[in-house]
């Protein structure tokens, strides 16, 4: 079963920019995307962000539309979260996740990475 680990995050001023990371090891093949995920204190989940594996197709959320770019490198079974023009709202603790459906509606829940902090603050 494919697992996830997350990395890049750390403090950034706000206007900043950090690129994280999702190495995934194990059956990839079995899943469709992989999607950035984050959960910020005091609120619920949020979709970020998903790429489809095998065609590349992208799904942001609105509210980092025109900011963060997620890309993949296949060989490497990565995928990346390019994320600039950071706001202070970004700030959260981000994680990856493999998903069986396209735009990252649904994601296998054993597959999630341990998170990595972002905190955007002067």
């Known amino acids: 079963q494919v697992q996830l680990v997350e990395s890049g995050g750390g403090l950034v001023q706000p206007g900043g920019s950090l690129r994280l990371s999702c190495a995934a090891s194990g059956f990839t093949l079995d899943y469709y995307a992989i999607g950035w995920f984050r959960r910020a204190p005091g609120k619920e989940r949020e979709r970020v962000s998903c790429?489809?594996?095998?065609?590349?197709?992208?799904y942001y959320a609105d509210s980092v539309k025109g900011r963060f770019t997620i890309s993949r490198n296949n060989a490497k079974n990565t995928v990346y979260l390019q994320m600039d023009s950071l706001k202070p709202e970004d700030t959260a603790v981000y994680y990856c996740a493999a998903s069986h459906s396209k735009a990252c509606t649904v994601v296998v829940t054993s597959s999630w990475g341990q998170g990595t902090q972002v905190t955007v603050s002067s």
């Open positions: 790429i489809s594996i095998s065609d590349g197709s992208t």
